[in-house]
């Protein structure tokens, strides 16, 4: 059974830099076409894609928020982190972590199938 | 950069059909997803590559997606399917999200 399970610091003060780490289970990072993507949604609002990662180590960003963040992952510890840098009060919101799947042997088109229950980050001086 | 536009709300009777609609720039040459996501609770997918449905989501439950709009089709609506719904699409290798969708059941 997939599962990951998201982790972070409850309360960030302005310009600071957020560190969260998404733990998984019932798969590993270095299984042949694998992903994880973060995606965040601030209260009442939409959900926002952020970044995702494959077991190739291929990444990628949202255009928006690019310069500020920074995926990566540890295979041994299963786990993927997400830095996030110069936070600010709009970054107030609940962070998801989500499974990757592909649809094909070539990965043409993949999909986020199994999210984590999320962690909600306030950012606040 | 590439938008999806949904309505923000949509009302059903229980026991019939609901439509949410999803709208982009030539969506039906992308493929679309669907997540429902109930209060306070993380999304779940019910619909991928337009029309698949993941295992354990009821046959209730199917998409459609052509020109430029996907759609999400609940048949038999029930009470439990009264959430938030969100569309999704892949532009360039990055995800896109609509603004959600709230299904009222009364």
């Known amino acids: 059974q997939v599962t990951l399970k998201e982790s972070g610091p409850v309360l960030v003060k302005p310009t600071e830099t957020l560190t969260l780490t998404c733990t998984v289970s019932?798969?590993?990072?270095?299984?042949?076409?694998?992903?994880v993507s973060w995606i965040r949604q601030p209260p009442g609002k939409a959900l926002e894609w952020l970044a995702h990662i494959f077991s190739n180590d291929d990444k990628s960003y949202s255009t928006s928020l690019k310069s500020r963040l920074t995926i990566s992952k540890d295979t041994s510890k299963s786990q993927v982190l997400l830095t996030m840098t110069n936070m600010d009060p709009v970054d107030t919101a609940t962070y998801y972590c989500?499974?990757?799947?592909?649809?094909?042997?070539?990965?043409?088109?993949?999909?986020?199938?199994?999210w984590g229950r999320g962690t909600t980050v306030t950012v606040s001086s | 950069s590439y938008e999806l536009t949904q309505p923000p709300s949509v009302s059903v009777s229980p026991g019939n059909t609901a439509s949410i609609t999803c709208s982009g720039d030539k969506l039906g040459d992308k493929y679309a997803c669907w997540y429902q996501q109930r209060p306070g609770q993380s999304p779940v997918l019910v619909i991928y590559?337009?029309?698949k449905r993941p295992s354990g989501i009821p046959e209730r439950f199917s998409g459609s997606n052509s020109g430029n709009t996907a759609t999400l089709t609940i048949s038999g609506t029930q009470a439990t399917d009264e959430a938030d719904y969100h569309c999704q699409a892949w532009d360039s290798r990055t995800a896109v999200f609509g603004g959600g969708t709230k299904l009222t059941v009364l």
């Open positions: 019932g798969f590993s990072l270095s299984s042949a076409r694998v992903g």
């Open positions: 590559q337009d029309d």
């Open positions: 989500a499974h990757i799947s592909c649809s094909s042997a070539t990965c043409t088109y993949y999909y986020m199938d199994v």
